[in-house]
T-cell receptor, first 114, second 117 residues
């Protein structure tokens, strides 16, 4: 398994601003993932972030809106840019410890945009 | 496209009783993985159990077990001797392989489980 932390745990932001969410893992992992969970909904993958390569975005998500960094094997950031109330969600990072294994999730960041 | 369907938005069970949460999925692949995740109010996603499609034996983890019916594309979760701490949202998930070899989880909409004392 893996121990994953996220910062901040929650934030309230104004429309038009940006927020960067950090994800830290206690071991080196190849694949990290960012998910969005809108209120009362299921999880939707935003992008996959592999160290040393550009993040791969899912349909409906673009780099200009959700830039991702993956500077090393234990850390990643997701930025939510030019926020609107529709971006109010829980953002979760996850990691795959072993190739082909299960994903482990961080505690999530609850974002509210006013 | 792979889809995961959880037809029970909410379920309730009495403490110490058994409850079964249903999940069906759609795929054309023969080798894949299925998972059940639990999300309590703290919102931490916790892996409950996993099942490899090539294994005919149903996975079991303590009080949690699955009934995996590959032909029917069904993957239900049985919780025995339910405890108050089992109250949570339960998500069924299917793992798909993307272009380039990376993978992602496709989640169902979830089932909210209430455990009554």
């Amino acid at each position: 398994s893996a121990v994953i932390s996220q910062k901040p745990s929650r934030d309230i932001c104004q429309r038009g601003t940006s927020l960067t969410i950090q994800c830290q893992v206690d071991s080196q992992v190849t694949m990290m993932f960012w998910y969005r969970q809108q209120p009362g909904q299921s999880l939707t993958l935003i992008a996959t972030a592999n160290q040393g390569s550009e993040a791969t975005y899912e349909s409906g998500f673009v780099i200009d809106k959700f830039p991702i960094s993956r500077p090393n094997l234990t850390f990643s950031t997701l930025t939510v840019s030019n926020m609107s109330p529709e971006d109010s969600s829980i953002y979760l990072c996850s990691v795959e410890v072993l190739a082909g294994g299960e994903q482990y999730f961080g505690p999530g960041t609850r974002l509210t945009v006013t | 496209a792979q889809t995961v369907t959880q037809s029970q938005p909410e379920m309730s069970v009495q403490e110490a009783e058994t409850v079964t949460l249903s999940c069906t999925y759609d795929t054309s692949e023969s080798d894949y993985y299925l998972f059940w995740y639990k999300q309590p109010p703290s919102r931490q996603m916790i892996l409950v159990i996993r099942q490899e499609a090539y294994k005919q034996q149903n996975a079991t983890e303590n009080r949690f077990s699955v009934n995996f019916q590959k032909a029917a594309k069904s993957f239900s979760l049985k919780i025995s001797d339910s405890q108050l701490g089992d109250a949570a949202m339960y998500f069924c998930a299917y793992r798909v392989t993307l272009r380039g070899g990376s993978e992602k989880l496709v989640f169902g909409k979830g089932t909210k489980l209430t455990v009554n004392p």
